[in-house]
């Protein structure tokens, strides 16, 4: 066998492996999202994983992240009511379900929450009263059930509460002329106030007949001061907040309703029958349109940015209000490197592999993207905004922004590249660019910016933290950067860098923020702004004089193994924010300033404070996959 075939099997063996492994990060990738009601919960590779975690809790739904498709939910679809009040024991996904605790009840009725009214009602038609006393539990829906609890008891009667008159009594005619000679107690009034002309009775009888033509006339008996009838119509429909007709009876009520849109049914404040969609659709605080259906709501409300889709109780149960963008950087242009980086997280917006640099200073670029992983990502709805860099070589950058010919040459293929792979845009990572080179560099960033554009795409850069004190004197002009290209990211971390003299945090919590609010005093708008954050901290070791002698990066999944394994006490650094570990071997002190869920968890909570667009983070792969659901669920 030659040499030359050899290696071609050689070749292909490791493009084969190669592919096996981007396959497997690929299928390791969440492609489905958990949400309880409108917030999300964590991500699952496949459908099965996200619906068993879901199944754990109430109001909880999935999502395909790509497109956000619904594809499981455990809402209710029916809920009982009595009294016009319902409680979470009364939802049900099943109508029988409902039914079978709705017949336990009485005076309840079901709703289908993808129908508007009843979808069954089991109301009180009659009410039993001894003498002018009722019971809770003395109503009934036939008249025949009426009379047969009425044989417990002398001197009853019953009231048809559908048209509030006196239907029936077990009064012998002798005990109806007893009452009538009776001392009269009973006093028609209006709002509190006896109606004139009218006696006082001493046969409650007498009284109903003569008050039925009093509207809104109630019977009080004078001597305990008890309300013992009433014809105020008490059910009111109302349509858009405003009192339409009023009745004595619910049946009336509804039927009144049932005739006039979007109607409801109140009593003493409780919605007994409802004519309004249980969904609506909201952009902001404004309710756009009501529905039925959650498919059709979630359908309209995908069509409107800042919209949410509530009940009718003002749950929200899907939303696409503003969130947290979270941009992660590769470090690395490797295929399953950035494959297994995404395949880790949750919740990212924006991946960025390093795919791009500057070659030279006559705007060669070099090239290592992998379109097939831009495909991939894009199938999994998480956007590609490759990095481009100038291998932080001053010296050829700035031969490069003296040629413009060389600069025109670089951005013409890296946009031309774009285009081919799809992607959402380019980040720009040109650093240690010189001071003199200012204006020549804010005309090239806007020229790619302009450039950039013209493709539909967009456009990042990323910008050191710095200082108010010397940023001027830097090649970055801050404001007139901010007005050519979408986002800033500001790379809010090195604080104390490996070539520091002093040990220190990576990034203090308060110097972050520091360096928040002066970007903010450039005049970047707030919508422009990503705070970038580590996932990273510098052990610093120092000599028995506690001179510094050397450090290290250490990634952050691996702070918790190195404080068991070293035994290293922390205390709050105030200055930080963060807790600062110290150990002790050989002979050396070890320092370093920890970066945990909770500082990851700060650094977002600045993002939001400030109404940043977003976080970055150097670099994926650093942090543990648990990280990301915390993340996911701050978003």
């Known amino acids: ?36 009601n409108d917030q999300a919960l ?54 029988a379900k409902a039914l079978s605790v709705a017949k336990t009840l009485t005076n309840v009725h079901i709703r289908d929450l ?48 559908s048209t509030n008159k006196w239907v029936w009594s077990n009064l012998t005619a002798i005990q109806k002329i007893a009452q009538q000679k009776a001392v009269p107690v009973y006093q028609i009034a209006v709002g509190g106030t006896s109606v004139q002309d009218l006696p006082l009775y001493s046969f409650l009888f007498d009284a109903i007949q003569a008050s039925a033509a009093v509207p809104g006339s109630e019977i009080i008996n004078t001597a305990t001061g008890k309300i013992v009838h009433s014809n105020e119509p008490a ?25 006039t849109p979007n109607a409801e049914v109140i009593y003493k404040g409780s919605v007994y029958w409802s004519g309004i969609p249980y969904l609506a659709v909201y952009q902001g605080e404004n309710k756009i349109r009501s529905f039925n259906a959650k498919s059709s709501a979630i359908a309209f409300a995908k069509s409107y940015s800042n919209s949410t889709v509530r009940t009718i109780e003002g749950r929200k149960i899907w939303g696409n209000t503003k969130k947290l963008i979270y941009l992660g950087w590769n470090g690395s242009a490797t295929s399953t490197t950035v494959m297994n980086h995404v395949a880790n997280t949750q919740g990212l917006s924006i991946d960025s ?86 204006t020549a560099y804010t005309a090239f960033v806007s020229a790619l910016a302009k450039a950039v554009h013209a493709k539909g795409l967009q456009i990042s850069i990323d910008l050191p933290r710095g200082s108010l004190s010397w940023n001027h004197l830097t090649a970055y002009d801050h404001a007139a950067l901010a007005a050519v290209v979408d986002t800033i990211i500001i790379m ?122 977003g976080v970055a983070a150097w670099r994926l792969g650093y942090e543990s996959s648990a990280l990301w659901t915390m993340m996911l669920q701050m978003k």
């Open 1 to 36: 066998m030659s040499t030359a075939l050899l290696l071609l099997l050689f070749c292909q063996s490791v493009l084969s492996a190669a592919s096996g492994i981007a396959d497997a990060a690929a299928a390791q990738m969440t492609k489905f999202r958990v949400y309880q």
């Open 42 to 95: 964590r991500e699952f590779a496949t459908e099965t994983q996200a619906i068993a975690y879901a199944g754990k809790f109430g109001y909880s739904h999935v999502e395909k992240i790509a497109d956000r498709a619904w594809v499981w939910d455990n809402f209710p679809r029916y809920k009982v009511y009595q009294n016009g009040q319902s409680n979470p024991k009364w939802e049900f996904s099943s109508y």
């Open 114 to 161: 993808e129908n508007i009214g009843w979808s069954y009602q089991s109301y009180a038609k009659f009410k039993l009263y001894q003498g002018d006393n009722t019971r809770t539990n003395w109503s009934f829906l036939t008249l025949a059930d009426a009379k047969q609890e009425a044989k417990k008891w002398g001197n009853s009667h019953i009231i048809d509460i």
């Open 235 to 259: 059910y009111s429909v109302m349509q858009n907040g405003v009192t339409l007709h009023s009745f004595i009876s619910l049946e009336a009520a509804v039927q009144q309703a049932k005739k």
């Open 353 to 438: 592999p390093t795919w791009f640099e500057l070659a030279s200073a006559d705007g060669t670029l070099a090239d290592t993207s992998d379109p097939s992983v831009a495909n991939t990502f894009n199938a999994q709805g998480v956007k590609v905004m490759p990095l481009v860099h100038n291998q932080f070589d001053r010296k050829m950058t700035t031969a490069f922004l003296k040629n413009a010919s060389a600069q025109q040459t670089f951005i013409n293929q890296l946009t031309a590249k774009l285009s081919k792979l799809g992607v959402a845009g380019i980040n720009l990572d040109f650093e240690e660019v010189a001071g003199s080179d200012r």
């Open 492 to 613: 809010a971390y090195d604080e104390h860098w490996s070539g520091s003299e002093t040990p220190g945090s990576v990034a203090g919590l308060h110097w972050a923020e520091e360096g928040v609010k002066q970007f903010l005093g450039y005049g970047i708008p707030r919508s422009k702004l990503m705070l970038g954050i580590p996932f990273y901290v510098r052990e610093w070791k120092l000599d028995s004089s506690n001179k510094l002698v050397g450090n290290r990066a250490i990634f952050m999944k691996e702070v918790p193994k190195l404080i068991a394994d070293t035994n290293a006490k922390g205390v709050l650094d105030p200055e930080s924010g963060q807790i600062k570990y110290k150990y002790f071997k050989d002979g050396y002190t070890y320092l370093f300033w920890a970066e945990t869920e909770s500082t990851v968890k700060a650094r977002i909570d600045i993002a939001k404070t400030y109404d940043l667009a």
